[in-house]
């Protein structure tokens, strides 16, 4: 090989030393923004109870937090269109396309407002004429007029929350969530305030509905502004809109059936356990579910970002970036998942007694399987970082559906002979049956073809260009 074949072969090492480099940054920077933001919003979650519930009364405060509870139905809202606009934006982002990726966002976000306002209409007319107060307690007297506001001003914010969070998606999509995070926890902070000054007036419902979660989003408006000073927003053609419209859907599609067969499977057990053991195991099982979110909470915010940097590699045919870091991130979560689950379950006890005075006890064999079901979903949830990234959607639809049907009727066997111990041990088997065992099998060559080293396009020929120069690319699309 000539001097000129290996310093072409140096430079592309270089140049994707620093892809890494850069890809591992931006990922660290919107994990950090992302548990600040996060921290910022739990906090005004958690001081807006003493503040309300005093003048509130129990029925009233009820409906908001139902109400407010009703937020995170969010990710089924816009069919899987903000999953696929974050996949389009990472890929065309990685290209370097800039008016593909401006046509893409543009339209992106132009169906998402579409949705919003549809959406927004459907849940407003309904919330203007269907008897609300029938979801509640028929003893509490709750005043029809305040909940029918209430209800309102919460469809029209979930209407116009949708391409607010199609930004969110688009800036993940570029590796810059942070943006967005940042902006989240400015909003957070203002609620706070709002949150104190309204509480001190006894406000109603809605106002309190649209001074936390309404300010949140509202707070991430500006991001628009950054996205058409960056020239990555605007113009509108018909036939391109259509064809990326079908893209979108069509791909949304797929990431919507993962979020409700998701739902299905994980969100079930509360009421699986409710009709099978009583109110005692529910409450049992919430607790030890909350306390072990300790662990896969933070795991997932810093697995997250990773998504977009997997999207970025793949274009780049960067197999080398895919592997280590695919086997970097899954290993670091089941070891710090396996410590902090230890430690949580050896330390559960004082826990309790600080957090819920000891009200309810968790016992050690409840303990020690939902500390193994918690490495096991978030190990799944690292690897899931990678699919998404590389587009290996339709294996995730197919795995999830396996684990829905064999699921949901052996946990309510399980749950009514062996309450939440028999839950958990069901799902935890039913995940590795039909989950890893396909991922290992059937789809492996699925997931794995883009692990494998790929010499780039103007490498595959360097025998025939021995006087012939070589210019890498180099750049990126800036914010």
């Given at each position: 090989?000539?001097?000129?074949?290996?310093?072409?072969l140096e430079d592309s090492v270089l140049d994707e030393h620093a892809k890494s480099r850069r890809r591992y940054t931006l990922a660290g920077l919107s994990?950090?923004?992302?548990?600040?933001?996060?921290?910022?919003?739990?906090?005004?979650?958690?001081?807006?109870?003493?503040?309300?519930?005093?003048?509130?009364?129990?029925?009233?405060?009820?409906?908001?937090?139902?109400?407010?509870?009703?937020?995170?139905?969010?990710?089924?809202?816009?069919?899987?269109?903000?999953?696929?606009?974050?996949?389009?934006?990472?890929?065309?982002?990685?290209?370097?396309?800039?008016?593909?990726?401006?046509?893409?966002?543009?339209?992106?976000?132009?169906?998402?407002?579409?949705?919003?306002?549809?959406?927004?209409?459907?849940?407003?007319?309904?919330?203007?004429?269907?008897?609300?107060?029938?979801?509640?307690?028929?003893?509490?007297?709750?005043?029809?007029?305040?909940?029918?506001?209430?209800?309102?001003?919460?469809?029209?914010?979930?209407?116009?929350?949708?391409?607010?969070?199609?930004?969110?998606?688009?800036?993940?999509?570029?590796?810059?969530?942070?943006?967005?995070?940042?902006?989240?926890?400015?909003?957070?902070?203002?609620?706070?305030?709002?949150?104190?000054?309204?509480?001190?007036?006894?406000?109603?419902?809605?106002?309190?509905?649209?001074?936390?979660?309404?300010?949140?989003?509202?707070?991430?408006?500006?991001?628009?502004?950054?996205?058409?000073?960056?020239?990555?927003?605007?113009?509108?053609?018909?036939?391109?809109?259509?064809?990326?419209?079908?893209?979108?859907?069509?791909?949304?599609?797929?990431?919507?059936?993962?979020?409700?067969?998701?739902?299905?499977?994980?969100?079930?057990?509360?009421?699986?356990?409710?009709?099978?053991?009583?109110?005692?195991?529910?409450?049992?099982?919430?607790?030890?579910?909350?306390?072990?979110?300790?662990?896969?909470?933070?795991?997932?915010?810093?697995?997250?970002?990773?998504?977009?940097?997997?999207?970025?590699?793949?274009?780049?045919?960067?197999?080398?970036?895919?592997?280590?870091?695919?086997?970097r991130a899954f290993s670091a979560t089941l070891v710090v998942g396996g410590v902090g689950v230890v430690l949580l379950t050896i330390l559960r006890n004082?826990?309790?007694?600080?957090?819920?005075?000891?009200?309810?006890?968790?016992?050690?064999?409840?303990?020690?399987?939902?500390?193994?079901?918690?490495?096991?979903?978030?190990?799944?949830?690292?690897?899931?970082?990678?699919?998404?990234?590389?587009?290996?959607?339709?294996?995730?639809?197919?795995?999830?559906?396996?684990?829905?049907?064999?699921?949901?009727?052996?946990?309510?066997?399980?749950?009514?002979?062996?309450?939440?111990?028999?839950?958990?041990?069901?799902?935890?088997?039913?995940?590795?049956?039909?989950?890893?065992?396909?991922?290992?099998?059937?789809?492996?060559?699925?997931?794995?073809?883009?692990?494998?080293?790929?010499?780039?396009?103007?490498?595959?020929?360097?025998?025939?260009?021995?006087?012939?120069?070589?210019?890498?690319?180099?750049?990126?699309?800036?914010?």
């Amino acid at each position: 090989m000539s001097d000129q074949q290996n310093l072409v072969l140096e430079d592309s090492v270089l140049d994707e030393h620093a892809k890494s480099r850069r890809r591992y940054t931006l990922a660290g920077l919107s994990t950090f923004a992302n548990v600040g933001s996060k921290g910022l919003s739990l906090l005004v979650l958690y001081i807006s109870v003493p503040l309300t519930i005093s003048y509130l009364g129990p029925a009233r405060f009820g409906v908001w937090m139902t109400l407010a509870s009703l937020i995170s139905f969010l990710g089924f809202l816009d069919f899987g269109i903000g999953s696929s606009l974050l996949n389009e934006v990472a890929h065309h982002g990685a290209e370097e396309d800039k008016e593909k990726l401006k046509q893409v966002i543009t339209h992106g976000l132009l169906l998402l407002t579409f949705l919003g306002l549809v959406l927004g209409a459907v849940l407003y007319s309904s919330a203007r004429y269907l008897p609300l107060q029938a979801l509640f307690d028929s003893k509490a007297h709750i005043d029809k007029v305040e909940l029918r506001n209430a209800a309102q001003a919460l469809a029209l914010m979930i209407g116009f929350s949708l391409p607010l969070v199609g930004i969110q998606r688009v800036f993940a999509g570029l590796q810059r969530a942070f943006f967005y995070h940042i902006m989240f926890g400015i909003g957070s902070l203002i609620s706070l305030g709002l949150l104190i000054m309204l509480s001190r007036q006894h406000a109603p419902i809605d106002e309190l509905l649209l001074a936390t979660f309404g300010v949140q989003l509202l707070a991430t408006m500006p991001l628009l502004g950054v996205l058409a000073y960056r020239g990555l927003i605007g113009g509108f053609e018909r036939i391109s809109f259509e064809f990326d419209a079908r893209a979108l859907l069509g791909q949304g599609g797929l990431f919507f059936i993962l979020a409700v067969g998701g739902a299905i499977a994980w969100d079930s057990d509360f009421i699986i356990l409710s009709k099978t053991a009583g109110a005692a195991e529910v409450a049992m099982y919430a607790v030890a579910v909350r306390m072990f979110q300790l662990v896969e909470i933070p795991l997932q915010m810093a697995n997250q970002p990773l998504w977009s940097a997997y999207a970025d590699a793949k274009v780049c045919g960067s197999s080398r970036f895919l592997r280590v870091t695919l086997f970097r991130a899954f290993s670091a979560t089941l070891v710090v998942g396996g410590v902090g689950v230890v430690l949580l379950t050896i330390l559960r006890n004082p826990i309790l007694k600080i957090w819920i005075h000891q009200s309810v006890a968790i016992p050690l064999g409840l303990a020690v399987v939902m500390a193994i079901w918690t490495v096991v979903r978030a190990s799944g949830n690292s690897f899931a970082m990678y699919l998404n990234g590389v587009r290996v959607v339709r294996p995730q639809v197919m795995v999830v559906i396996a684990f829905c049907i064999l699921a949901l009727p052996l946990k309510i066997w399980a749950a009514e002979r062996y309450s939440a111990v028999g839950l958990v041990l069901a799902s935890l088997g039913c995940f590795l049956l039909t989950v890893w065992g396909p991922y290992l099998t059937f789809y492996r060559r699925e997931w794995t073809r883009y692990l494998r080293d790929v010499l780039p396009e103007e490498t595959k020929h360097l025998g025939t260009m021995q006087h012939e120069e070589v210019n890498v690319p180099h750049g990126e699309i800036k914010l």
